[in-house]
C-alpha cells in the first residue's frame, strides 16, 4: 500500500529538477523560481505520503489480525453446530415428520456454508496482512489437479455432468504449495460446475508450455458479462449471471484463487463468450519463484 501511493509523488521531485535543469539551460528565468518552489513543494510531498502510507499499512495489518482472530473465534461454535445437525439429522431420519427434518437439514446447509465463509475470510485476511507464507516444494502438478477433479466428481455427477481431465506433455515439476494450489482448482471447477446447466460437460486440462504449466477449466455455462469481468477478483464480488445450484457463495473464492496464483509468481486469467461458457487459465512458472518461501 506505501509503495502504490508513495512511488507516484517520488517521482515528481526528480521531474522537478529536470524542468529546472532544463529551464537553466534555455534561459527562462520565471521558470526556475518555479521549478524551485515545486521540487521543494515535491520533497515535502514524498515525506507526508510515506509517513501516512505507511500508517495505513499498520492499519491494514492490524484490521487483519483482528479479522483473523475473530474469525479463529468463531470458527469452533459453527463447527459444532454443523457438527451436531448432522448428527441430529441422521438421528431423526425416519422418525420425525418432515417439518423437523427440513428445519435440521436447514440449520445442517446454514452453518455448512458459514464455515466455509469463515474459513475463506481467514485465508483472505491471512493474504492481505502481508504474512501469508508458501510451503512449497518441487511436485507434478498433474496429481493435485486430478484430486481436485476427483474431488468435484460427486457434485458433477448430481448435475449429470461430464468432468474430464486431460494432460498434455511430459510432466514438468513445479515448486509449489499443493494445499493451497488446491484450493485454487477447486473454486475453479466448482464454478463452472456451479454456472453450468446440467448435462453440460466440464474439461480440465494441464499443458505443460516452454517455462510454465498451464491448467485450464472450460465450461458451458452462461459467460461473464463486461460490467462482472471489472470486479471479477475483488472480495465479495459476485457475477450477475445466476448459479445453477443451491449452493450460496460470498464472492470470495477467485479473490483468494489470484492471491494465491500470485504468491507462486503465476498469472490467473480468462476468456469468457456471454451464452458460450467461460475458461479459466492457471499458469505457473517450472523456475523458483522469488515470492516462494520453504518453510
Avoid at 529546472?20 to 521558470?31: C, L, S, Y
Avoid at 483482528?66 to 457438527?83: E, F, S
Avoid at 474459513?119 to 507434478?140: F, N, Y
Avoid at 464480488?237 to 500470485?262: D, F, H, M, Y
Amino acid at each position: 500500500m506505501s509503495m502504490r501511493i508513495a512511488s507516484p509523488i517520488s517521482h515528481a521531485e526528480p521531474a522537478a529538477h529536470l524542468l529546472q535543469v532544463t529551464a537553466k539551460r534555455d534561459q527562462i528565468p520565471p521558470a526556475c523560481e518555479h521549478c524551485d518552489q515545486f521540487r521543494l513543494l515535491a520533497a515535502k510531498l514524498r515525506g507526508k505520503a510515506k509517513r501516512k502510507s505507511l500508517e495505513l499499512d499498520r492499519i491494514f495489518r492490524d484490521k487483519a489480525e483482528l479479522l483473523g482472530t475473530a474469525v479463529h473465534d468463531l470458527r469452533l461454535p459453527v463447527a459444532n453446530i454443523q457438527i451436531y445437525s448432522e448428527l441430529m439429522a441422521q438421528g431423526i431420519n425416519g422418525t420425525a415428520g418432515p417439518e423437523l427434518i427440513e428445519w435440521v437439514n436447514s440449520i445442517h446447509a446454514s452453518s455448512t456454508f458459514a464455515l466455509r465463509l469463515l474459513d475463506e475470510t481467514l485465508d483472505l485476511a491471512i493474504a492481505e496482512s502481508g504474512t501469508a507464507q508458501l510451503h512449497a516444494v518441487p511436485a507434478i502438478l498433474a496429481p493435485i489437479v486430478a484430486k481436485s477433479v476427483s474431488m468435484s466428481f460427486p457434485l458433477a455427477a448430481r448435475k449429470q455432468m461430464g468432468l474430464t481431465l486431460i494432460q498434455e506433455g511430459e510432466p514438468q515439476p513445479v515448486l509449489l504449495d499443493a494445499i493451497k494450489m488446491c484450493k485454487v482448482f477447486n473454486n475453479l471447477i466448482e464454478n463452472a460446475i456451479k454456472y453450468s446447466q446440467p448435462g453440460a460437460r466440464i474439461e480440465v486440462r494441464i499443458l505443460r508450455e516452454e517455462d510454465s504449466v498451464r491448467v485450464s477449466v472450460k465450461d458451458d455455462g452462461p459467460g461473464i458479462g463486461p460490467a462482472d469481468l471489472k470486479t471479477l477478483f475483488t472480495p465479495f464480488q459476485r457475477t450477475r449471471a445466476r448459479a445453477l445450484s443451491e449452493e450460496p457463495s460470498a464472492g470470495l473464492g477467485l479473490s483468494i484463487a489470484k492471491r494465491i496464483v500470485n504468491l507462486h509468481g503465476g498469472r490467473i486469467w480468462l476468456n469468457t463468450e456471454t451464452g458460450k461458457g467461460t475458461t479459466f487459465y492457471v499458469s505457473l512458472p517450472t523456475g523458483i519463484p522469488s515470492a516462494a518461501k520453504k518453510s
